[in-house]
Every structure is written in structure tokens, then in C-alpha cells.
């Protein structure tokens, strides 16, 4: 457990990532941890899927690359560069086959601290991976890191098992926007008020927690496939990189309209005392159209993603026969 005197200078990454662009976002991240260390930041946080950004996109899936691919290389060479902790997550195919939403820690010296897989996917995030079950808790040299992806952020389970437990809560979002559909004027409400729920989640969360957040994030606009409405989706991610002390302030912030940059501060890394937790599954009210999303969303695409998952292993097996 850190003392109360200690000290870090953090930076949250705001990338705009091209989806399914992985040499791209990998030379965005990589130029903007360059930047954060010169800076002077020793922990820089990339945000969820900063290798690939997230849509509903199957191919994000079926080209995930193994845990010691590209993306987690770069995680380990950036730790390494510039001394730093390092981490973001990334989609990752283990060796059972499952593809999972995996944030890696790195230590300045480039070994691995610890590993969270989201624990519920988001949405049609469910078609591309599926969910973890560890407690998203480390021992970074003394210093108890948590982590917390996106969703995560708004579920009372994920502030329990990090409540009064670590110094410092890590991670970030790939949160997307509502579709301007008609009517406009009240989808145009419905994402004012989403994209506030973004950017409060974070600093919502801390206290919760009684540790402060180092929340990365995405920018930018991308389209994709609405499931089972036949129509594609326009959007852009909602949110913002930010940095929270334990009781929700803000440290630092770099706003969606703000493009891709850091945001850097000084973080004293001291538990307080954790707020209690509301009853129920949910830290705060989702919206009415997530809220209809997950229920119809989640379900659908776990069926897809088991659907690809057998017939990767059935076209496997007769790969493996004809050997």
C-alpha cells in the first residue's frame, strides 16, 4: 500500500482511433506516450481497444492477435522507453481460442504487473470477446492498482471488489454515442445526456472506490452495422481522457472535441474512506436507450460470438484431420 506522501504524475491518453486500423492506432498511441513522457509522466494509461478502436464489426474479432502480439509488445516497449508503468487493453486470442478484452500493466523494467479481462462485455461488444472473472487488482512495487473498463466504471460489483483495496484505479473507455435518429431534437437530449454520463462516470466512480482514477479515452467518429435494425450506424465516442482525485475532482481533462492529446497531473496516491454503495446492479441510471441496447444487445451477440467461436474450432479440427 502507497504512504499518504506519495506522489505520481499520470497522463491519461485521448486517441482518435481508426477501427481496425492497427499499425495506425499503435503509431497514434505510441507518438502520444512520447508525449506524455515528455511530460514527465512515470504512469500513462492507453485507453480500452486502443488498438483497434470498437465497433460492431466481427472482423475485430476474428483478427485479434495473441496475448504477445503487436499491441502488447508496444505496451512493454513503451514501459520500457520511457521508465514508465504502462497500460491499456487491447483484444487478445488465448491459447483456449476465446478472444477477451485483456488491460496489461507493465513495470519500467517491462515485465508484466498484472492482467484484467473486462469482466461483461458492452453491448455488441458481445459478438467480438467474452467476459473475465478476476478482481482487476495489483501489486505495482508496493502501490495497489485496480482496474475499470468502461461499463465497469457504472456497475456497483466492479466498486466493490476495488473499494478500500487500492491506491489507484486505471483504465478507460471506448464509450460510443447515441444515434442521431428521428426525432432529432430528443436523440439529440438522449446523447447530450449519455455523453455527460461518459465523462461523469470516472469521476462518479472514485469515490466509490476511496482511490483516484486514471480514466484514458477515445475521440473521433466511426460507422458501423445498428444489430438487427438493417440500417448502419453514425456515431462518435463519447467521454473524455481525465485524471480524478479519490473524491471526484478534476485533476486534469482533455475533452472529446478537444481531438487526440493527454491529459497529465500530479496524483497523491492516499485511500479515503469509501462512499457506500447504492443497492442494486448499477452505480447510476444508464439512459433509456442503452438501457434497451444492453437488453437486446448483449444476448444477441453472445449468440453470435458463440456461433463464430464453434465454427472456429470445427474448421480447426478439419485443418487438424487433413494433417
Known amino acids: 500500500m502507497a504512504n499518504g506522501t506519495t506522489t505520481i504524475r499520470a497522463a491519461a491518453l485521448q486517441m482518435e482511433a481508426e477501427v481496425g486500423n492497427v499499425d495506425a492506432n499503435l503509431a497514434m498511441a505510441e507518438a502520444l506516450a512520447g508525449d506524455a513522457a515528455a511530460q514527465g509522466a512515470s504512469w500513462i494509461v492507453l485507453p480500452e481497444f486502443f488498438s483497434t478502436g470498437v465497433a460492431n464489426r ?3 474479432r476474428d483478427a485479434a492477435p495473441s496475448h504477445d502480439g503487436a499491441p502488447t509488445r508496444l505496451l512493454r516497449d513503451l514501459a520500457t522507453r520511457h521508465g514508465a508503468h504502462v497500460g491499456g487493453s487491447t483484444l487478445v486470442r488465448d491459447a483456449d481460442g476465446h478472444v477477451r478484452n485483456a488491460f496489461l500493466l507493465y513495470r519500467p523494467d517491462g ?8 469482466d461483461l462485455p458492452t453491448m455488441w461488444e458481445s459478438a467480438l470477446y467474452v467476459g473475465g472473472g478476476d478482481p482487476g487488482r495489483f501489486d505495482a ?19 466493490e471488489r476495488l473499494a478500500g483495496r487500492v491506491d489507484l484505479v486505471v483504465g478507460g473507455s471506448g464509450w460510443w454515442s447515441i444515434p442521431p435518429w428521428p426525432p432529432r431534437a430528443l436523440f439529440r437530449s438522449l446523447e447530450a445526456a449519455n455523453h455527460r454520463r461518459a465523462v461523469d462516470a470516472p469521476a462518479r466512480f472514485a469515490p466509490y472506490v476511496g482511490a483516484p482514477v486514471v480514466h484514458a479515452a477515445h475521440a473521433g467518429s466511426f460507422n458501423c452495422p445498428w444489430p438487427l435494425a438493417g440500417v448502419t450506424y453514425h456515431g462518435r465516442y463519447a467521454g473524455g481522457a481525465a485524471i480524478y482525485d479519490a473524491d471526484g475532482s478534476v ?13 497529465v497531473a500530479d496524483v497523491r496516491l492516499r485511500r479515503r474512506t469509501p462512499r457506500a454503495l447504492p443497492d442494486g446492479f448499477w452505480l447510476q441510471r444508464r439512459g433509456a436507450i442503452a438501457a434497451a441496447a444492453w437488453a437486446y444487445q448483449n444476448p444477441l451477440g453472445r449468440a453470435q460470438y458463440w456461433r463464430e467461436h464453434r465454427r472456429r474450432l470445427d474448421r480447426a479440427a478439419v485443418a487438424g484431420g487433413r494433417a
Open 141 to 159: 512495487s508496493g502501490t495497489a492498482v485496480g482496474v475499470a473498463l468502461c461499463w465497469e466504471l457504472m456497475r456497483c460489483q466492479t466498486a
Open 111 to 118: 515485465t508484466l504487473v498484472g492482467r484484467h479481462d473486462k
Open 251 to 263: 485533476l486534469a481533462i482533455r475533452r472529446r472535441d478537444e481531438g487526440p492529446g493527454v491529459a
Open 58 to 60: 466481427p472482423e475485430l
